[in-house]
């Protein structure tokens, strides 16, 4: 396991999980070597989309992309929006950047590495959308700590969110589904949006599933989706 400080008492202070997987073939390495550089989210400065994009419109984050298929999606549903995913793991970046070049993306920016540590440097109010699908549920209690629905990094999503932006989560581990429903409970920034019970047990429109997603279904578990609105 890889560790990084970050320094940022806001944060979970430090990346837990691989950030490396299966070795890149060249193709890939070539993908990340000279398309990466030309789509990372600037190292300093603030993160807005007319800092980042040149121009003032909605802004988009997720956190832990994975293999991007998601962040695509909206970036490809959404043309006039404003995109940054975050994910530390190599192979998932690659996996995005492949996404970006065969849609031909050009409203989208990655940032290898801790999405906390991208997402403080976002003013606060002005996120639109703020995405963390079925984040590492790190399912023994004494581990608690590292999920990331936690005071801490709750305190900077209710910071980042404009008043009406929308938070999304999704898990496909009972735990972590109970945990976030608890967190959730405990915060009075933001309002659930599901009306009946059901609402929760299905993705609302215009919310693809993700790797994670498809791999919960095919092994029989069952998904959760929260969608709250910043009061
Ligand atoms: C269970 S996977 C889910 C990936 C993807 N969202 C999906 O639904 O398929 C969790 C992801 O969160 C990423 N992750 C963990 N800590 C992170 C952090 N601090 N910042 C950004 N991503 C993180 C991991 O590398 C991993 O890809």
Redesign the pocket.
Known sequence: MTAFKTGDPTT?GR???RTKGHRLRPVQQALLDELYPALAVPEDGPVTAAAVFGEDRPLHFE?????GE?LAYRADLLPDHRFIG????EN?VVSALQHIRDQGLSNIRLHMG???EVLRRVPDGTLSFLYL????PWPKARHAKRRMMNPGPLDLFAAKLKPGGIFRVATDDPTYCRWSLMQMARRDEFEWLAKSADDFRKAPGGWPL????EKALREGRELWFFQYRRR
Not at 63 to 67: K, L
Not at 210 to 213: D, E, F
């Open positions: 979970l990346l837990y999980g956190i832990g992309f994975g293999g998601h975050a994910e530390p793991f998932g801790d999405a906390l699908l079925h984040p590492d993700t790797r994670y997603a």
